[in-house]
């Protein structure tokens, strides 16, 4: 039941096809949310995806939403250990909340923190072992966060993400980021999430229903694949330890 | 029309004359600007390896793309990139354009990696010095192809991009130059300061409009669905003799690449401007020649000297007759004056010539358009 009510999910992000250990290597995917929709629970799915698919798989998360004791709970709900996973080498956990930007010091500029995140990313993949080169992903909750830990510069976030990117070239490692679309309502603000559609290979758009509220259906995933050229529109509704997607209409409750 | 583009690119320029310039124009509802890149891209190389150009040989700067994607797309379009290393070189500003990286591992010879996007002297002068490097000096040409200038914006003020742009175009030894933009991640003045720079502008655009505002409707995503695969394509040409031409086609995204066809037929917008009711708006053709065959009061049917007779509802036709030598104080001002008129029948006519038959009904047309005061 797990497995086949979540697979609209997985179908629209190619999940589904079992020939390689991980589909999304290379892909950027970019999920946008709103305050009725949260869409975390699409980062925990893909978390959990990464690492039950193959266990060559690695998840660097980095977070400056929630402690680790957040995921590790949300996770073991869904039956997956994160602290056994972190010591095993195939969870790494950056805590963002701690990060402190200073301005004004010597030599340290508000970009300087993402260029040291960045630096430590790419030893943590430089020293996995090759085969799991291949298979990483690296999850941001979220980037509106991160901005303010930026001190408001979308312009060194932005820049982080390229490099970001540029692992995606040199080690083929999925990048999975999350952001909030409400929150952007001025004119600069929204170059900022339309520079992510167009950096995104997948964008996921969680919203809430035309309709409204209600009880059965939490709301609507709008699921865009550039590489496959399909755009998939579902409802969904979160549980307790799982996610259940289905097409308008076919609600199991 | 995309073949008229590749042709104006891979002519260059005349001497004396500036490079033809192209700008490749997309938004977010229609986003194939990459995909039109790597065609003409693709298109105007084989030229220059065919021998079929004065430009001896291209300098790609990317920005949004890795070169290895690059040297990838070539070699999948058929084109040798190991034998032709001459004629073609990238300039990386994608790997590590701020400088973040410790070491850059070396894709291959036909990369140099560019550190530092900001200054745009800096670029302008490694675009040329590559250039020179790969074609040699004095009069031999070489093509330049921008990636993206969205990056580059971002990175630099608009006046410095300008000026490069500008500098790169009026450069005795550039023969065309062309590049990519996403209209919507910039002010509409930025992408106008851009667009006068080109002699060409190839703009994309959804074949739907989406309506605003409208979430999570059905029929918005299937809209989008649509436009997801297929798009319209609009050049705008300044040609030699100062006319501007415009032309459109239409754009395909299939899994063999780009297509592009010409656009349907006309009566496929005019439908889609009808708005749909459930009354039926058009004419049949039995409809159009009834309306045709309609006699119309108040115009001259009657050349054939017999006296034209007007019934205006209220008298009998008999008793007009009588009335109309009498000049009779007649509210109805029309009539008045075409009984006047007739008998005025021998100092002089009214003719009326209706200029309204050619029009459609409910068309747009506002009739003052060509009231020349």
């Known amino acids: ?253 | 029309m995309a073949k008229s583009i590749c042709i104006a690119l891979r002519e260059g320029a005349l001497e004396g004359e500036l490079a033809p310039t192209l700008t490749i124009k997309d938004s977010i509802a229609s986003p194939f600007g990459l995909q039109v890149f790597d065609h003409v891209l693709s298109q105007l190389f084989s030229s220059i390896l065919a021998g079929k150009s004065p430009s001896q040989g291209l300098i790609l700067v990317s920005f949004s793309r890795s070169p290895s994607f690059y040297l990838e797309l070539l070699k999948n379009k058929g084109i040798n990139v190991a034998s032709s290393d001459k004629r073609i070189h990238i300039l990386d500003c994608y790997n590590d354009p701020l400088g973040w990286k410790d070491q850059i591992v070396e894709i291959s010879s036909t990369v140099t990696v560019f550190r530092e996007v900001k200054h745009m002297d800096k670029l302008f002068n490694s675009i040329i010095e590559l250039g020179r490097g790969l074609v040699g000096g004095g009069k031999i040409r070489f093509s330049i192809a921008i990636d993206s200038v969205d990056e580059m914006l971002r990175r630099a003020s608009v006046s410095s991009v300008a000026r490069l742009l500008s500098n790169l175009r009026s450069h005795e030894q550039i023969s065309s130059i062309f590049w990519l933009l996403h209209s919507d991640l910039h002010k509409a003045r930025v992408t106008a300061v851009l667009e006068y720079l080109s002699s060409m502008v190839a703009s994309l655009e959804p074949s739907h409009q989406l309506a605003n505002g409208q979430r999570g409707d059905l029929e918005n995503f299937a809209l989008i669905e649509h436009n997801s695969k297929k798009g319209k394509f609009h050049v705008r040409f300044k040609k030699r003799n100062g006319r501007v031409h415009v032309m459109s086609e239409e754009v395909h995204m299939e899994q063999s690449g780009i297509n592009f066809t010409p656009l349907t037929s006309e009566g496929a917008i005019n439908q889609g401007l009808v708005p749909k009711v459930q009354f039926n708006l058009q004419l049949s053709e039995k409809e159009r020649i009834d309306k045709a065959n309609v006699v119309l009061p108040f115009e001259h049917q009657g050349d054939n000297g017999k006296p034209l007779q007007i019934y205006d509802g209220r008298r009998s036709l008999v008793d007009s007759k009588h009335e109309r030598a009498v000049a009779v104080e007649n509210v109805q001002t029309k009539e008045e004056s075409e009984s006047e008129s007739e008998s005025d029948r021998q100092r002089g006519e009214i003719i009326y010539y209706r200029d309204s038959d050619d029009e459609m009904p409910d068309s747009d047309e506002d009739p003052d358009d060509d009231l020349d005061i």
């Not at chain 1, 932005?158 to 990117?165: A, K, P």
């Open chain 1, 1 to 253: 039941m797990n497995q086949r009510s979540s697979n609209l999910l997985d179908e629209a992000l190619g999940l589904d096809q079992a020939s390689e250990p991980w589909p999304l290597k290379g892909r950027v995917v970019a999920i946008e949310d709103r305050v009725e929709t949260s869409g975390s629970f699409i980062l925990h799915h893909l978390l959990k995806r990464s690492l039950s698919r193959n266990s060559s798989n690695v998840s660097i998360f980095i977070a400056f939403a929630q402690p680790f004791s957040h995921y590790d709970r949300v996770l073991r709900k869904q039956g997956w250990n994160l602290v056994s996973q972190r010591d095993n080498g195939r969870f790494f956990f950056f805590d963002m909340l701690k990060l402190q930007c200073p301005v004004g010091d010597e030599g340290i500029t508000p970009g300087g923190g993402l260029i040291a995140l960045y630096g430590k990313i790419h030893k943590t993949i430089s020293a996995l072992p090759e085969i799991s080169q291949k298979n990483v992903s690296i999850i941001i909750d979220d980037l509106s966060l991160m901005e303010v830990a930026a001190n408001g510069s979308s312009d060194h976030v932005l820049d982080f993400l390229h490099y970001c990117r540029t692992l995606t070239s040199e080690f083929d490692c999925s990048l999975i980021t999350l952001n909030h679309e409400d929150i952007y309502s001025t004119e600069d603000g929204s170059t900022f999430l339309l520079q992510m559609a167009y950096l995104a290979d997948i964008l996921i758009k969680v919203e809430p229903l035309a309709t409204g509220l209600a009880a059965d259906v939490h709301g609507q995933l709008t699921v865009s694949n550039k590489g496959r050229n399909k755009a998939s529109n579902f409802h969904f509704k979160v549980k307790e330890n799982m996610v259940e997607c289905f097409y308008p209409g076919r609600s199991r409750d």
